[in-house]
């Protein structure tokens, strides 16, 4: 019987041989890296990523399709499928990996924030909506730069590798993709600087000192840290770079 996708485990499937391909030089592998791949699907790509010789581990929450990828697991020795939720699983000791997947839209934020806030992923190559896409790699001032634009960017260095219209997957979505390749760098970012930007964009429409005083920041020493580093007392989150906050969280 023919495959039947769930919508509601954004089961939209790959199978364009030079964009699978694509992917997986997009995330430069080597015979040397291990690679965690969320939501394996029928395996189109987790094969590609077992090409390069990366030991793979590759996640997939939905049991029915154990049918596709336990026979790939017995072909191709560098790979291992761990059925499950990636969500509620814990890595195993696998040291220094990088990420690599088409993810399941529903979930794409919190599978971001894991890898960026893992200190043992070194690299995201990721197919995301286009519009997460344009979050991620947005300047500051403009209506898509927040809190992941700021995340990703100070976890390390962030672009749009490819642009993958709807048609490409099956079934096709409702919107347009793009593969995100995020290098990260070697210091991970800290947690003071983690929960300033959270509070500076919890509120979208309130100044960036409302923000931080409705999270608990004292007043007055924002207020300071801002005429320190010549900022406008009324501004907005959306107005200072990544590099800015990490500044401000210094600061403070
Ligand atoms: N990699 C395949 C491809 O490119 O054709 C499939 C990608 S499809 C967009 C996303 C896959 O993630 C689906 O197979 C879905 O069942 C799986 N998935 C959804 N939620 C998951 C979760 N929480 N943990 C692991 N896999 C999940």
């Given at each position: 019987m023919a495959f039947r996708h769930s919508h509601s485990l954004g089961q939209n499937f790959l199978s364009d041989g030079n964009l699978l391909s694509a992917i997986a030089a997009d995330a430069g592998l080597t015979a040397d890296d291990s690679v965690v791949e969320v939501g394996a699907g029928m395996g189109a790509l987790t094969v590609r990523l077992a090409e390069t010789g990366a030991r793979v581990f590759a996640y997939e929450i939905d049991a029915r399709l154990e049918e596709y990828l336990r026979p790939l697991e017995r072909a191709h020795a560098n790979v291992t499928v761990i059925f499950g939720d990636f969500m509620k699983s814990e890595l195993p000791d696998i040291g220094q990996y990088k990420a690599v997947a088409n993810l399941p839209y529903y979930i794409t934020t919190p599978v971001l924030f894991r890898f960026l806030d893992d200190p043992r992923c070194r690299s995201v190559t990721v197919m995301v909506q286009l519009e997460v896409a344009e979050r991620m790699t947005a300047p500051p001032?403009?209506?898509?730069?927040g809190a992941l634009s700021v995340a990703a960017q100070l976890a390390g260095s962030v672009c749009i590798t490819r642009r993958v219209g709807r048609h490409m997957f099956v079934p096709p979505p409702n919107v347009d993709s793009a593969v995100v390749h995020l290098e990260k760098n070697d210091t991970p970012v800290e947690d003071d600087v983690k929960r300033l930007v959270r509070a500076a964009f919890s509120m979208r429409r309130k100044t960036l000192v409302n923000c931080l005083t409705g999270a608990g920041y004292e007043k007055a020493a924002v207020l300071a840290a801002l005429s320190d580093m010549r900022l406008?007392?009324?501004?907005?989150?959306?107005?200072?770079s990544p590099a800015q906050f990490a500044e401000l969280a210094a600061r403070l």
């Open positions: 001032g403009g209506k898509e730069y406008d007392a009324s501004v907005r989150g959306e107005r200072l």
